[in-house]
């Protein structure tokens, strides 16, 4: 359903034009663009062919000064260009609004959006090929998938040549090809549409299911002295950050050249062009099916050693060395977990990451599967009070990427704060933030931490900072009325559960929080008839009582009566609850016998 898709999303961003819709969600402290409903780009789980596609080309090209973007997105590609010495760098994006839409992105694109070397501009991506003057050395070409409708313009063999066309002298295309849901001939036919345009090929390997494919008309290397320069700036910091060095890591996500996309094209006679927008209709009619469907052995034969596109190193035989361990490694975890296929002799694909993390300990793709895997084991352990849940988490901090070691760190100060070391778990907490910035939820526990010591304002500023992070987040605006209504300032309570009803009026807690409000306002009928609906769906300890003290201000006593019961059902004990039962049976409902024993209680 559409709503299992989205559960645990919200919507931060919205916008509908004539062109199509814009939207971002976020999940957690991971924002998520989608253009017409359909994910285009997100600030982690892509993050690798978005980074990529600026990177690769300026690496490339000795001396980029001019660079175009067709597509803005959410800018992370043009941020990822903009860190390397461009003069300018236009963007051109269809989509009237989609500036608003990066902005959301600004934490993850560099703030590209206030680089004074940017421009961003509203228009078609071929349009501005045909009409422009401006002859770039880098062109950046990153549309949604080929196969939605109006896309496959932008993968033509006539695109290609009007791009070829705005490149100056020694100038790169880099073009951005979704092959997860590619028949083999889909992906031949494209690629073969490019090589008939450009004599000089390569073809990268991004996240999975990506591939970037760089063209020229001249032959394309990466010149030693330009890629330590690059490295030496900000650029070299973008890719530290993406945790995809050393060198050796990077170039081993490089597939082939021109030779070996030749001899995988060989004998492929179709190709796509404006009259015959083949991706558009092939795609569709492949896309479920199994058979053909693009593997990653398909390069086997055709890939060329990374020696091929390097260009005055010294002696490069231990970088090729550890850049093959780098590919070795990200094949097999490749193909044992997106297209179950196993080395003989390995039984599973836990076995199978485990051997491709154990040839590159370093290897990005290895690292992220073996981390999540351990992600869901230590929540499983920590579900069923499982101690082994804590060296999970311990091995997830050793070998993960940043952002599962931050969930690591999150879950490992939830167990210390369980176990009374609260000390131990604010420091996670505070780890967390220095990993992941916007991880709003280590604010909330925090929150929590500082309202189990007693330090209200400081739990209050915590949850502000959650709502500053994440305002969709709606714990911290529940704990934060919580709080002031603990300390009786109604007032401050209304204001924020008015402010976070707006975001999500169905919230179980805000619902309840609602009733309270109105039960201590003066509003007692409202608030029963709210805990009542709320009893229907959920029946918490907490809404009996409220229900129940709410039933006996509007004096509705047998009701009040069956609440208090129902309450006692799981609180048997509770002296206030006995002696409310008690006073109404015993006045109101004339039942003195049976209120004696309850009083005595």
């Known amino acids: 359903s559409i709503d299992a898709v989205l559960a645990?999303?919200?919507?931060?961003?919205?916008?509908?034009?004539?062109?199509?819709?814009?939207?971002?969600?976020?999940?957690?402290?991971?924002?998520?663009l989608r253009i017409n409903g359909k994910v285009d780009?997100?600030?982690?789980?892509?993050?690798?062919?978005?980074?990529?596609?600026?990177?690769?080309?300026?690496?490339?090209?000795?001396?980029?000064?001019?660079?175009?973007?067709?597509?803005?997105?959410s800018g992370v590609s043009a941020g990822a260009l903009l860190t390397h010495d461009l003069n300018h760098v236009e963007t051109v994006d269809l989509m009237p609004r989609m500036h608003e839409a990066a902005r959301l992105f600004d934490a993850v694109n560099g703030g590209c959006l206030d680089d004074p070397r940017h421009t961003v501009r509203v228009r078609d991506g071929r349009n501005h090929l045909k009409l422009t003057e401006t002859r770039y050395d880098v062109i950046v070409s990153e549309p949604s998938n080929p196969w939605i409708a109006g896309i496959g313009s932008l993968f033509t063999r006539e695109f290609f040549s009007m791009a070829s066309e705005r490149l100056a002298p020694g100038g790169v295309l880099c073009q951005w090809i979704q092959f997860y849901e590619f028949h083999e001939d889909d992906l031949k036919t494209v690629l073969a549409t490019v090589h008939d345009v450009f004599p000089h090929v390569h073809v990268w390997l991004g996240a999975p299911g990506d591939l970037i494919v760089l063209a020229s008309e001249t032959p394309l290397a990466l010149e030693s002295d330009r890629v330590a320069a690059a490295l030496a700036g900000r650029a070299g910091e973008d890719l530290e950050a993406l945790e995809i060095l050393?060198?050796?890591?990077?170039?081993?996500?490089?597939?082939?050249?021109?030779?070996?996309?030749?001899?995988?094209?060989?004998?492929?006679?179709?190709?796509?062009?404006?009259?015959?927008?083949?991706?558009?209709?092939?795609?569709?009619?492949?896309?479920?099916?199994?058979?053909?469907?693009?593997?990653?052995?398909?390069?086997?034969?055709?890939?060329?050693?990374?020696?091929?596109?390097?260009?005055?190193?010294?002696?490069?035989?231990d970088l090729l060395a550890e850049s093959a361990a780098f590919r070795s490694a990200r094949a097999l975890a490749f193909?044992?977990?997106?297209?179950?296929?196993?080395?003989?002799?390995?039984?599973?694909?836990?076995?199978?990451?485990?051997?491709?993390?154990?040839?590159?300990?370093?290897?990005?793709?290895?690292?992220?599967?073996?981390?999540?895997?351990?992600?869901?084991?230590?929540?499983?352990?920590?579900a069923a009070d499982d101690p082994r849940a804590e060296a999970f988490l311990a091995r997830v901090e050793t070998l993960g990427l940043r952002e599962h070691r931050a969930t690591a760190c999150l879950y490992r100060g939830s167990l210390a704060f369980a176990a009374g070391h609260t000390d131990s778990a604010e420091a996670l907490w505070r780890g967390v933030l220095e990993l992941e910035p916007e991880f709003a939820q280590a604010w909330v526990y925090l929150g929590g931490a500082a309202e189990s010591r007693g330090e209200r304002d400081a739990a209050l500023a915590?949850?502000?900072?959650?709502?500053?992070?994440?305002?969709?987040?709606?714990?911290?605006?529940?704990?934060?009325?919580?709080?002031?209504?603990?300390?009786?300032?109604?007032?401050?309570?209304?204001?924020?559960?008015?402010?976070?009803?707006?975001?999500?009026?169905?919230?179980?807690?805000?619902?309840?929080?609602?009733?309270?409000?109105?039960?201590?306002?003066?509003?007692?009928?409202?608030?029963?008839?709210?805990?009542?609906e709320l009893a229907a769906s959920e029946a918490s300890p907490e809404v009996l009582y409220h229900l129940a003290v709410a039933r006996e201000e509007v004096r509705a006593f047998p009701e009040a009566a069956e609440a208090w019961r129902s309450y006692l059902a799981r609180h048997p004990e509770d002296p206030r609850a006995l002696a409310a039962l008690a006073w109404i049976l015993a006045t109101e409902l004339g039942a003195p016998a049976e209120a004696e024993p309850l009083a005595r209680q």
């Open 8 to 32: 645990g999303d919200r919507l931060s961003y919205y916008d509908e034009a004539p062109e199509g819709t814009v939207s971002v969600w976020r999940r957690g402290y991971k924002s998520i």
């Open 41 to 73: 780009a997100s600030s982690h789980g892509d993050m690798i062919t978005q980074k990529l596609l600026g990177h690769l080309p300026a690496l490339y090209h000795p001396n980029p000064r001019e660079g175009l973007v067709i597509g803005l997105g």
């Open 246 to 317: 050393p060198v050796s890591q990077l170039i081993a996500h490089f597939l082939t050249d021109e030779n070996g996309l030749g001899s995988l094209v060989a004998g492929r006679p179709g190709r796509v062009t404006d009259d015959n927008l083949y991706l558009e209709f092939a795609v569709p009619r492949h896309m479920f099916a199994e058979e053909g469907r693009v593997r990653l052995g398909l390069f086997d034969p055709h890939l060329r050693s990374p020696r091929a596109l390097l260009a005055g190193f010294d002696d490069p035989r």
């Open 335 to 382: 193909q044992a977990h997106y297209e179950n296929r196993l080395p003989m002799g390995v039984p599973t694909v836990a076995d199978a990451l485990a051997r491709a993390h154990g040839l590159e300990p370093r290897e990005r793709l290895a690292r992220t599967l073996v981390a999540e895997q351990l992600l869901r084991d230590a929540v499983d352990a920590m």
């Open 462 to 532: 915590a949850y502000r900072k959650a709502r500053d992070l994440h305002p969709e987040g709606l714990e911290a605006w529940t704990r934060a009325a919580s709080i002031h209504a603990a300390t009786g300032d109604w007032n401050a309570a209304g204001m924020l559960l008015a402010e976070a009803r707006a975001l999500d009026p169905t919230h179980p807690k805000l619902r309840e929080l609602e009733g309270v409000l109105w039960l201590q306002t003066g509003e007692a009928r409202r608030a029963a008839k709210r805990f009542a």
